[in-house]
């Protein structure tokens, strides 16, 4: 691979607007976070969305005028998260594929995550997964744990390649109730992930302080990066994310040394199988 796939997960579900001012909340704020990111190198915007309290929310209305504005107003890829908060119900985090984006995320196991559990079900992923591929919607297998690697080789052979017929999963690491945010961890699953269809390709994702080591490691593996404030909202000890926009321009960075650079939009969907809209 000779270019890099940079997705930028901006806001999540975890982190209060009062605690993190710089958080892109509203709609306005997310296009404005989109078009800046896109200008630094970010291909995919993994998206959550909030409410008018900036509470996190599964909103069909709002998730389909989400679609509509990023599209609009940016050429990037746009990834709904189907995870929602981890108390979302299974038919609330279906109905997110009705905003018809061009991608979402599919979660591959149940995890621990902090005091909470995220829980995905076996049938609920099976359900997930057929409704995509149905959609035409491209997956995002966002991985926790190893073993997750064999849910999804479990999958695919029982129920086929996903909408486009590429794999691409993202490796969440440091997640506490997850794998940690190790190169021996990125490693393992990189091993792991041969058993999966020929082509496959990986994104790692570091939670917290986790980000640059597993940042670092992924690019040195031939993968791709996800980096965001809903991942991380310290730029460095003590010192505070200015923006998403820093934290895209700081992995484009280190793709351009590793002479990868960062992927277009275009490119982006071309290795995934979207379709333009």
Not at 4 to 24: C, F, H, N, Q, Y
Not at 208 to 228: D, I
Request: overall charge negative.
């Amino acid at each position: 691979m000779t270019t890099t796939l940079i997705t930028v997960a901006p806001t999540g579900a975890e982190s209060r607007k009062s605690d993190v001012p710089a958080l892109p909340v509203t709609l306005d704020e997310l296009v404005a976070t989109a078009r800046d990111c896109e200008a630094v190198g970010a291909s995919v915007i993994h998206v959550h969305l909030r409410d008018d309290a900036a509470e996190p929310t599964l909103d069909l209305g709002r998730l389909k005028d989400a679609v509509a504005a990023l599209r609009a107003e940016t050429s990037l890829i746009v990834q709904l998260s189907t995870g929602g908060a981890v108390t979302d119900p299974e038919a609330d985090r279906l109905r997110v594929l009705e905003a018809q984006p061009d991608m979402a995320s599919c979660t591959m196991g149940t995890v621990n995550f902090g005091d909470d559990v995220f829980l995905n079900r076996w049938a609920f992923i099976v359900d997930l997964h057929t409704r995509m591929q149905e959609r035409g919607i491209v997956p995002e297998y966002e991985i926790f744990d190893l073993g997750q690697l064999a849910t999804l080789r479990r999958l695919l052979d029982r129920h086929g390649l996903p909408a486009g017929g590429h794999v691409h999963v993202d490796l969440v690491m440091g997640v506490p109730g997850g794998m940690p945010g190790t190169v021996a961890a990125l490693a393992a699953c990189e091993a792991a992930l041969r058993d999966l269809p020929e082509g496959t390709t990986f994104s790692a994702t570091g939670i917290g302080r986790s980000s640059l080591p597993v940042l670092l490691a992924a690019l040195a593996a031939g993968g791709h990066l996800r980096v965001g404030m809903e991942d991380t909202v310290t730029y460095a000890k003590g010192q505070p994310v200015e923006s998403n926009a820093q934290l895209v321009a700081r992995a484009s960075g280190f793709a351009r040394l590793a002479q990868r650079p960062p992927m277009t939009p275009a490119d982006a969907r071309a290795l995934l199988g979207i379709a333009n809209v």
